[in-house]
């Protein structure tokens, strides 16, 4: 709701007046970044695991990619709260210096998670040894919902030179639902489903461009649980453009992957103390759906 | 709290015993007019000076003063106004009712004595702002339009979160801490058009008054200052016409008898020009205000006086027919004036107050609407019990409805389910007595006690959760999330969720010594049981508020100020400075990524804090002359904090937390370190006056991105600490010229014509500073918004 008051806030600032200044940022030591969103087309055979690594930098220079000692994805089948089985999924580099990390082909055996297993009641964790430091994510398997339409509007909302889509689905009635929208060219969306529960449900995203005829816009359609879906509503707000005005204080967007190095849940079992030790990113796993508009 | 009351048992006691030396005395009261209209005049000093006594009319331009037998000269003197002098003989009670005639201008020169916003050196109410609306009517404001708000800016103390921004902010206070009271009813939202205007029509308001501290006890329920506005009632001896073309509103306003000397009306209203900064756009959007301002009044005889007000207020946007925007206040209230005797003063008030805010998007489908409603009575008497005593006692009960939001399909073809966010439901009482008390020749005193007593009531559902504990903390993340609720109950409107009760004592003193120096001290406790919901840097309509109850405890302030004043050559000048020290507590503060819009469980977002503010302010202004004006500064700092709770033993390990933003006190948003602002007005002849002001703030706390990093193609900039930067500082220069044409001499019809420039240099003040990837190049810049460049404007005013 609030970004929707973002938008009348530029609105209403039409009169204001933006222009690019030099700014001194302040400056910190490189974080590991890891961006570990694995989407899953349950009709593959296979679960596409890709882990990209990379450090941190000021807000005006570029990420590097960075490489890690080694990158393990554990999964742990439970029944009834106890693990009953537990498999390993061992990760390498796809090329030297890449930071890109998917399941190693060299391995004595298949690395890669088959989708199948999906059924099962798994937890994912994973595990990540980089310069000495351990840092460990936390994840489960979440599905989604299909695109049931996708199609092109001929609304605007605050100037012409937009383009609407229509985007239908319907939720599922038998649990509180998140879902997260990828509309390419980094355009993302998060929403709940707490006034739509097991409705078919439609609404208008705006692009704030237009597109040469033919081209082809994919969108993906993703589930989320809750932390998922407060990680991204916060690092989507924090990214949005708004006047500034509104803005809300603004955080250091934090995601479910730790530094375990130090923590030995004997003297020390939070991170109270450390405070500043932590890497960024998020590690999850869930069920995408997608569709394709040919924009007209 | 137990030693305040003490104190006070034993002033009053202190002050019972005094009242025993009483000889043969009289009583002369009255009420004080603008002659030629009627109106009753607020504030008008009636003095005695062979016995250096004296009293000022209330809000409702009455008076009594009861003197020893005896023959006294009265004079009577009133900002504006020709000065009354009378020689009375007090023989009997006499009731004396004055009208008094506005300054005339000398015809070769021109005397200008209006604005003379005296302080008084021998009151104890200090941390005062007056501005009377001549003043109002001549700073120079963007657009033109005459602005109560942005005028009381230019004071010390005062400061708002900058162009374009709701609400304003008092000595480090939120903007949710202001009471604003309209003719005694509470509006929420002061602003139109997100700020750029306040909702006060100028042309219908008789007095302004701004307490930042020393706050009597016949206010309470918000902890940072008082905004007091009275409303005309309206010219009962002729009919008459004001109005104003500016180039983004017009109003008009309509005032005369019903009973000519007995009954009176007032109608006025403003409007904004519809498609007002929109007309770029090619899509039929509009953006625009009204106000209605309404008011009636009978006078039954000397003893009983009735008024019945109101207020109506809108703003309306729309885009494109696909999203329509609609919100305001709406008040009603009645008075009524009654005097027991010469020296019993009392007014009841009946106030029904309503906020609404409604939004309908259609490319979602839905229609939303929230508000709150309240219905308030209050009984204020005003007992003159000698001249050197006085008290204020009354009762106040209030009762709330909150709306946080009702959302519905805007047609049978949306997905959204209709849905009431439950709605919330309080009452608050309050009693009070405060007394103004002249100890001795120098000393005088003015203390009292307000006792409140919040009840939250029941309401549909009510979350339930494990140790009673809303918020978790995740000891690895160092962030606070929502729990979940175990349960729900559904208590019964009847029932009391939560209860609490405050004394809330006060004191002034001023210490006189000699007619031109003085020295005020004061003390302030108050209590606030509604916080407005807004984590953002300044509050947007939207914004709803919430009821103290189980999980929310209401702020506490306690409030220390200390201040010179000082009148210099009779008063053509006068120079005052103020300390003060406030400490706020259960301030509260959202979890980082707080979702506060139709959030259900507010509860499971917020955390109790502590705020605390300290300053000083110096004000030095010239009263008289063809030049007036003044100079403001205010160092200051405002600042808040919210630690961890204390841990919890759980399984042998204790669940320690660090509190938000590491549990260390961090700059509110309203943080300004120096705050300059300079007005001058200057008379050059009968046809063109002169204004100008300057402004110069230290610029708003605002973040820097420490680091970026990318997550799915996204750029994420992210922060550490909250508020570590500030914005570039702020200032800026205004001038304005005031032409009255010379042909409104002698004639019925009276204009002039107002030219004014804002930002006179053109500076570009930033309003925020983002940081993005520029979406053509992908290269990362950091945007300065500033909202308004020079504008030049002109407004036509006239009367008849």
């Known amino acids: 709701m609030k970004k929707y008051i973002f938008l009348l806030a530029i609105l209403a600032l039409n009169v204001s007046c933006e222009e690019v200044i030099e700014v001194e940022v302040p400056n910190e030591e490189p974080r590991l970044v890891v961006d570990g969103l694995i989407r899953v087309d349950i009709d593959e055979p296979y679960i596409p695991v890709e882990v990209k690594l990379s450090l941190s930098s000021d807000f005006f220079n570029n990420n590097t990619p960075t490489s890690a000692e080694s990158v393990l994805i554990q999964y742990d089948e439970y029944e009834d709260g106890t693990i009953i089985n537990s498999f390993f999924s061992n990760l390498a580099e796809l090329e030297p210096g890449s930071g890109i990390y998917t399941p190693d082909p060299n391995f004595s055996s298949d690395q890669r998670i088959p989708t199948s297993i999906l059924d099962r009641n798994l937890v994912f964790n994973l595990l990540i040894r980089h310069e000495g430091r351990l840092y460990l994510a936390t994840t489960e398997y979440v599905p989604a919902v299909p695109i049931d339409s996708l199609i092109q509007g001929d609304g605007t909302l605050f100037n012409d030179d937009e383009t609407e889509i229509i985007i239908t689905f319907t939720d599922d009635p038998d649990r509180d639902s998140f879902y997260l929208f990828d509309f390419s060219f980094s355009e993302f969306l998060v929403t709940e489903d707490e006034f739509y529960k097991g409705q078919q449900f439609s609404f208008s995203y705006f692009y704030d461009q237009i597109f040469e005829p033919n081209t082809e816009i994919e969108i993906g359609l993703m589930g989320a649980d809750q932390t998922f879906f407060n990680y991204m509503d916060l690092l989507i707000e924090q990214t949005t453009n708004d006047a500034g005005i509104f803005s809300t204080p603004v955080a250091t967007v934090r995601g479910n992957v730790f530094d375990i190095t130090d923590i030995d849940n004997m003297d020390l079992f939070d991170n109270v103390e450390q405070p500043n030790v932590f890497p960024l990113g998020y590690f999850a796993i869930v069920q995408e759906y997608k569709d394709t508009l040919v924009i007209q | ?800």
């Open chain 2, 1 to 800: 709290m137990y030693q305040h009351l003490r104190l006070f048992v034993i002033t009053i006691f202190f002050l019972s015993s005094i009242c025993l030396f009483s000889q043969q005395k009289f009583t002369i009261s009255g009420t004080i007019t603008e002659a030629s209209s009627n109106e009753t005049l607020i504030g008008v000093t009636l003095l005695v000076p062979e016995i250096n006594t004296g009293v000022t009319t209330n809000d409702y331009g009455f008076y009594s003063l009861t003197l020893p037998e005896g023959d006294y000269q009265i004079r009577l003197s009133y900002l504006g106004y020709q000065d009354i002098v009378q020689t009375i003989s007090l023989t009997q009670d006499l009731r004396l009712n004055f009208g008094m005639f506005e300054e005339v201008e000398q015809l070769d020169e021109v005397v200008v004595t209006e604005d003379v916003e005296k302080i008084n050196i021998r009151k104890p109410q200090m941390s005062v702002n007056t501005l009377s609306v001549q003043t109002i009517k001549k700073i120079p404001v963007i657009l033109g339009e005459a602005d109560v708000i942005k005028s009381l800016l230019l004071l010390p103390g005062v400061t708002s979160a900058g162009e374009a921004s709701s609400g304003f902010n008092v000595r480090g206070g939120a903007a949710d801490q202001n009471l604003i009271l309209l003719d005694e009813a509470t509006i929420f939202n002061s602003s139109h058009l997100f700020g750029f205007f306040s909702v006060f029509n100028p042309d219908a308001i008789k007095d302004v008054k701004l307490f930042k501290g020393g706050i009597p006890s016949r206010y309470g329920g918000r902890v940072s200052s008082v905004l007091e506005i009275f409303q005309k009632e309206g010219n009962s001896n002729k009919f008459h016409m004001t109005g104003g073309i500016g180039v983004v509103a017009s109003r008009l306003l309509a005032e005369g008898p019903i009973v000519k000397d007995k009954a009176a009306f007032l109608i006025g209203g403003r409007a904004s020009y519809a498609h007002l900064f929109l007309p770029i756009f090619d899509v039929a959007n509009k953006a625009y205000f009204y106000d209605l301002n309404a008011k009636l009044n009978y006078k039954i005889n000397e003893r009983n006086n009735i008024y019945l007000s109101g207020y109506f207020g809108r703003d309306v946007f729309s885009v494109s027919d696909s999203f329509i925007n609609t919100y305001g206040n709406g008040v009603v209230n009645f008075r009524w004036n009654h005097l027991f005797s010469n020296k019993l003063f009392s007014n009841l008030s009946l106030i029904y107050s309503d906020y609404y805010y409604g939004l309908e998007l259609d490319f979602v489908g839905f229609k939303w609407n929230s508000g709150i409603q309240n219905f308030n009575v209050k009984y204020d008497l005003k007992h003159y019990l000698s001249e050197k005593l006085r008290l204020n006692y009354g009762i106040n009960n209030i009762y709330y409805k909150f709306n946080p939001g009702k959302i519905v399909p805007n047609s049978p073809e949306s997905g959204i389910v209709e849905e009431q966010l439950i709605e919330k439901y309080a009452n608050e009482f309050a009693a009070y007595i405060d007394v103004e008390h002249s100890v001795t020749e120098d000393l005088s005193l003015e203390y009292g006690l307000r006792f409140s007593y919040f009840m939250r009531l029941g309401q549909e559902e009510l979350n339930v959760y494990e140790n009673n504990n809303p918020v978790i903390f995740d000891p690895f993340l160092l962030i606070y999330r929502e729990a979940e609720p175990i349960g729900t109950i559904n208590p019964d409107r009847g029932e009391t969720l939560a209860s609490f009760a405050n004394l809330e004592p006060r004191i002034s003193l001023a210490y006189t010594l000699n007619s031109d120096n003085s020295f005020k001290a004061s003390y302030t406790r108050l209590a606030q049981y509604l916080h407005l919901l807004s984590n953002t840097s300044s509050p947007t309509p939207l914004d709803v508020w919430t009821p103290s109850g189980p999980f929310i405890k209401p702020q506490l302030l306690d409030q220390y100020a200390l201040g010179y004043f000082r009148n210099i050559k009779n008063g053509d000048y006068s120079f005052e400075t103020e300390v003060f020290y406030k400490d706020i507590q259960n301030r509260i503060d959202y979890i980082d990524g707080a979702n506060l819009i139709a959030n259900n469980a507010i509860e499971q977002v917020i955390l109790n804090g502590t705020a605390r503010a300290y300053g000083l302010e110096l004000l030095f202004r010239k009263n008289l002359g063809k030049f007036q004006g003044w100079l403001a500064y205010t160092l200051s700092r405002s600042e808040q904090r919210t630690p961890g709770r204390p841990p919890v033993e759980d399984n042998g390990r204790s669940n320690r937390e660090t509190g938000i933003n590491l549990g260390q006190w961090y700059s509110t948003p309203y943080d300004k370190t120096h705050d300059i602002s300079v007005y001058g007005s200057y008379t050059l002849n009968k046809k063109w006056t002169f204004n100008s002001n300057f402004i110069y703030q230290t610029g708003q706390p605002t973040n820097y991105p420490i680091g970026q990093f990318e997550f799915q193609g996204i750029v994420v900039p992210y922060y550490g600490l909250r508020n570590q930067e500030r914005l570039p500082d702020y200032h800026r220069l205004d001038i304005s010229a005031t032409l009255t044409p010379k042909k409104n001499e002698g004639r019925k019809w009276k204009s002039e014509w107002v030219f004014s420039i804002y930002n006179v240099y053109n500076r570009m003040n930033a309003a925020s500073i983002n940081f993005r990837e520029n979406q053509d190049t992908g290269v990362n810049e950091a945007v300065r918004t500033s909202i308004f460049g020079i504008v030049p404007s002109v407004t036509y005013n006239f009367k008849f």
